[in-house]
Nanobody, 115 residues
Framework: QVQLVESGGGLVQPGGSLRLSCAAS????????MDWYRQAPGKQRELVAR???????NYADSVKGRFTISRDNAKNTVYLQMNSLKPEDTAVYYC?????????WGQGTQVTVSS
């Protein structure tokens, strides 16, 4: 079994920055894609950013140029650096991984962008 522990959420003013982390632990042989999703109140969960095992990345149009996803394979950890945050980035952020053919979700971390 694999557990995902997220950290780094919080309250930030518009234009500010936050860095989210998601560490995977347990019996892990390999991790394929590592993603960040978010879900705002009353909206569907959406993919924010993805990094593949080969290091390729892609982003939702709404965060391109502001967010950066990265991974540390030695630590089984994925990060999301969020800059120039906007009120519309307010949501619960979830990490998601595919490891050894199975899917796992983190518990979610709240990000609130407000003055």
């Amino acid at each position: 079994q694999v557990q995902l522990v997220e950290s780094g959420g919080g309250l930030v003013q518009p234009g500010g920055s936050l860095r989210l982390s998601c560490a995977a632990s347990g019996t892990i042989f390999s991790i394929n894609t590592m993603d960040w999703y978010r879900q705002a109140p009353g909206k569907q969960r959406e993919l924010v950013a993805r990094v593949t095992s080969g290091g390729s990345t892609n982003y939702a149009d709404s965060v391109k140029g502001r967010f950066t996803i990265s991974r540390d394979n030695a630590k089984n950890t994925v990060y999301l650096q969020m800059n120039s945050l906007k009120p519309e980035d307010t949501a619960v952020y979830y990490c998601y991984i595919i490891s050894d053919g199975r899917q796992y979700w983190g518990q979610g971390t709240q990000v609130t962008v407000s003055s």
